[in-house]
């Protein structure tokens, strides 16, 4: 059986500890030890680097021939095309990539087929700037984003793709702010200023992501929505715990810090939640993120509150003490729990 390396590591440390434990014989340990075989190799590995390296040149040369639009410019003026024969030649260059890609997947590895898939995203995008441009509608770009997200939403179930379904979310955001930001008065949406507008969207895309596990297409990309949603939660509130809910900078630099102390604490107890939840359900991310958050807010308020006045070495032994007891006690916790002996 091939399993990736992080799962190869924990299989064969617990046929490990079962043969200490006397729960395997040796023999038995062995044999199930040789039928468990790493598929990562480090050609592998590599081959991916080299992919996502691919990925990020495309994009570069995506921004530097199409977005400044001299290059089809040219072309349009060459073949005397109009604004809608070059959407109608890229949608329809877009359908048949898809179509090639698609057909030929079981061929390529996963990495390259993520990189054909941003080729054939870049491709629709750019048919529907030139759509937005032909209906005199590219004057913001909310109308552009509001095409390029259902697509998005439709191509990447369809076509199975991480990589469309990452520029899903990311057009989702681009779109949120913009739809915000034009039905928004005085720099304030429903009375929510941007950090805090994001951070519910994020706890609406953290929704999301709960019932998208239930739903067969789209349950490849879960993860990747679970994520993003965490992600821009935290982001944002880590945000508001700066800000608050000022709709302007005048606002906010007229009043103290400590007026804004009450979202310090909210972002506190949400990551420190986030971690406790991350252990006690074995979730990585909400554990990893509500650690690596907790110690963001640790480090802004320092910056805030006690740069000019606490001694920094003092500070810093004060975070060491604090983190090497959660540490220990999280060690001793491990070491209290009984195993269960195995049942027939």
């Known amino acids: 059986m091939e399993v990736d390396k992080h799962d190869y590591k924990v299989i064969q440390q617990a046929i490990a500890n079962w043969e200490e434990s006397g729960l395997l014989a040796t023999d038995k340990a062995k044999e199930l030890s040789k039928s468990v075989s790493n598929g990562d190799t480090d050609r592998r590995q590599i081959a991916q680097y080299f992919f996502f390296i691919a990925l990020f040149c495309i994009l570069l040369a995506f921004g530097a021939l199409f977005l400044n639009e001299k290059l089809l410019e040219k072309i349009k003026i060459y073949f005397s095309w109009n604004d809608l024969v070059i959407s109608l030649i890229s949608m329809v260059l877009s359908l048949l990539w898809f179509l090639y890609t698609g057909s030929k997947r079981k061929n390529i590895s996963s990495g390259a087929y993520e990189v054909y898939m941003v080729l054939g995203g870049l491709s629709v995008l750019t048919s529907l700037v030139y759509l937005c441009k032909e209906l005199h509608i590219d004057k913001t770009y909310t109308a552009f984003l509001s095409l390029a997200l259902p697509a998005l939403l439709v191509l990447a179930p369809l076509m199975r793709s991480r990589a469309l379904w990452i520029g899903a979310i990311v057009a989702s955001l681009a779109w949120f702010g913009s739809i915000s930001s034009w039905l928004g008065h005085d720099n304030l949406f429903w009375g929510m200023n941007y950090p ?149």
């Open 196 to 344: 805090v507008r994001f951070t519910v969207f994020g706890l609406v895309i953290l929704g999301i992501s709960f019932f998208q596990g239930k739903i067969k297409p789209l349950e490849y990309s879960q993860k990747l929505t679970y994520m993003a949603g965490l992600l821009l939660f935290f982001t944002g509130l880590w945000a508001v715990s700066i800000f608050g809910n000022f709709n302007t900078l005048i606002g906010w630099q007229a009043v103290r810090q400590v007026n804004v102390l009450i979202y310090s604490i909210v972002f506190g107890l949400c990551s420190a939640l986030s971690f406790y939840l991350g252990i006690k359900f074995k979730d990585e991310a909400a554990r990893d993120l509500g650690v690596l958050f907790l110690i963001i807010n640790l480090y802004t308020r320092y910056f805030e509150y006690f740069w000019d006045t606490m001694n920094k070495g003092l500070f810093f032994l004060i975070l060491a003490i604090t983190f090497g007891f959660l540490g220990w006690w999280l060690e001793r916790k491990k070491k209290g729990t009984k195993k269960e002996p195995l049942t027939d």
